[in-house]
């Protein structure tokens, strides 16, 4: 009988599920059962609005109130009343769908789910092991529990902050943040043109400072190809469409909506400039593509931002004005392109989805319940 693997997620930005996704799949091709699951929409489609349409709206109109809310939270006292009334709105169904699925582990690659799950392993009802990823690189305090079994991360500094919270350095393994396979694989066929690319891109959400950050960029004398992904924003797809769609002298510039040429684009691009999400983090990172950071949800994506300075695998600008000066240093000086890919290269270099795999099958094949483990001893 096939071994069942169950992954919880929620659908706050677009990172979580893709991480989901990205493990389902593999997963499957090892011949296993995996079922994402996102318990929020089973049993309140009102809390899941809630949560996904507050974090949407807070993210994207009110970013200091996001992040206020994001450092308040990020200490044990002030997270425990929010923990519990997920415990209290969540415990039923993930016991529910454990056990109809009659699963043989379960992962989390959203914080919101680990205090549930590491509840129910607490009061001895799940008795599988529990993995839980970190989908940023410096960890919330809802991500920590001594019930979770093991964490994936996507850096030595994750993996540090997680062990300064009290987790046993034994129980992290810094194996990347999971995603698509096509990331990993050479997937351009053509020479890359002979032109200085730029990737410019705001998350699935389509930030509107990609206007102010592709206007100053056009200050650049020089020939330059910018490739604009608006992501799900069609608002600001349409609004540069009707700015920029002429022709305009020494630039060419592709307008883009929501794509699944991401991959593609990585490798036909010289640097990114997007804000710094886990996963086009991680994406970036695989790609080996430097990573311009000019604007930044506040709270976990303004520390992905610190990390990523802090190891030299990007460069932060304090404001989309002084892109088009970063820019034109890096055209100008290919050293500093071939440092801040050495440098990714470094932080990345322990990432393996085959691992993260096999550190699975590993806990599924040696995990022992906690009341065997004390018939053990006895």
Known sequence: MKKTIVIVSASTGYGHNQVAGALKLEFEEKGYKAVIVEPLKEVSKSLDMLVSDGYKILATLMPKMYG?????????????PVAKIFIKALKDKIEEIVN????????????????????????GVLEIPFLSIVTDFLPHQSYISENVDAY????????NGIVARGISPDKVYCYGIPI?????????????????????????????????????????????????????????KNSLDEKY????????????????????????????????????????????I???IPYFIPGQEEENAEVLVNAGAAIKVDSVKELDEVVG??????????????????????????????????????????????????
């Open 68 to 80: 206020t809310i994001y450092k308040i939270s990020n200490n044990e006292t002030m997270n425990k």
């Open 100 to 123: 109809f699925e009659n699963a043989s582990m379960i992962i989390s690659t959203h914080p919101l789910l680990v205090d549930v799950i590491s509840s129910l392993k607490g009061d």
């Open 152 to 159: 994936l991360v996507g850096s030595s500094y994750t993996k």
């Open 180 to 236: 698509k396979r096509i990331f990993r694989e050479d997937v351009v066929t053509e020479k890359k043109e002979d032109i200085f690319t730029i990737l410019l891109m705001g998350g699935s959400m389509g930030v509107s400072s990609i206007k102010k950050a592709l206007k100053n960029l056009l200050n650049i004398e020089d020939k330059l190809k910018i490739i604009v992904v608006c992501g799900n924003n069609d608002t600001l």
């Open 245 to 288: 769609g002429e022709y305009i002298p020494n630039k060419y510039i592709e307008i883009l909506g929501f794509t699944d040429k991401i991959p593609e684009l990585m490798e036909l691009s010289d640097v990114i400039i997007t804000k710094p999400g886990g996963l086009t983090v991680t994406e970036a990172l695989t790609k080996n």
């Open 290 to 292: 430097p990573m311009i």
């Open 329 to 378: 240093v890096l055209m100008n000086d290919p050293s500093k392109i071939k440092w801040l890919k050495q440098n990714m290269k470094e932080m990345s270099k322990e990432h393996s989805i085959e691992k993260t795999i096999n550190l699975c099958l590993e806990l599924m094949e040696e995990y022992k319940p906690f009341r065997e483990t004390i018939k053990d001893a006895n």
